[in-house]
């Protein structure tokens, strides 16, 4: 089935530093992927969408140039976390689908804290 | 404005018992529904999905069903095993926005042995 691959899994950086998670589809090309994040105890909250070859579009709320996403190819988009403050500290989730009504498939996550 | 809602957090239930996660959303537009199942320090897995079109979908072990009148829908799990205690997520698609995923709080289920 449909695999996506997040790296890292988890990481630790100081506060002012950036930080880069990359989301890969494995075995299909996806001309979209999404961005998550949960802070603990809550729900997924979608951040922005990732469209290959063109500007993300980011939810309300979401500042663009904090959380910075390259949709590079159809199987990688990298979301990058400038200048991360403890604040930043959460769970990141990227995610993508095949086609259109197909089931929306996860990466494993990647625990990002902020010291 | 929490369009999805999960309203219990938590659900304890026997071994070889249905289990039955229930999900309420507000925003009429919805017309895509699916239960994700998520372990800590991972992304969701897919479990199941239902369209609006539909009142009932079955695979396996899992049935969802969705009451559009009432804005509702129920993921049933039987025969409920230990190995399905997780956090199950229940989410909300509408068409023009695919993959956009609206998520409920999410409820945590424990199947005792």
């Known amino acids: 089935g449909a695999v996506v691959s997040q790296h890292p899994s988890w990481v630790i950086c100081k506060s002012g530093t950036s930080v880069k998670i990359e989301c890969r589809s494995l075995?299909?090309?996806?001309?979209?992927m999404f961005w998550y994040r949960q802070f603990p105890k809550q729900s997924l909250m979608l951040m922005a969408t990732?469209?290959?070859?063109?500007?993300?579009?980011?939810e309300q709320g979401v500042e663009k140039d904090k959380f910075l996403i390259n949709h590079a190819s159809l199987t990688l988009s990298t979301l990058t976390v400038t200048s991360a403050h403890p604040e930043d500290s959460s769970f990141y989730i990227c995610?993508?689908?095949?086609?259109?009504?197909?089931?929306?498939?996860f990466g494993n996550g990647t625990r990002l804290t902020v010291t | 404005d929490q369009q999805v809602k999960q309203n219990s957090p938590s659900l304890s239930v026997q071994e070889g018992r249905i289990s039955i996660l229930n999900c309420d959303y507000t925003?009429?537009?919805?017309?895509?529904f699916l239960w994700y199942k998520k372990y800590p320090a991972e992304g969701p897995t897919f479990l199941i999905s239902?369209?609006?079109?539909?009142d009932k979908n079955e695979d396996g072990r899992f049935t969802v069903f969705l009451n559009k009148s009432a804005k509702h829908l129920s993921l049933h799990i039987v025969p409920s095993q230990p190995g399905d205690s997780a956090v199950y997520f229940c989410?909300?698609?509408?068409?023009?926005?695919?993959?956009?995923?609206?998520f409920g709080q999410g409820t945590i289920l424990t199947v005792h042995p």
């Open positions: 995610s993508a689908h095949t086609r259109n009504n197909s089931p929306l498939h």
């Open positions: 990732s469209n290959e070859g063109s500007k993300a579009t980011y």
């Open positions: 925003n009429s537009m919805f017309d895509y």
């Open positions: 989410a909300a698609m509408w068409g023009t926005s695919y993959g956009k995923l609206t």
């Open positions: 075995d299909f090309q996806a001309t979209t």
């Open positions: 239902i369209s609006s079109i539909k």
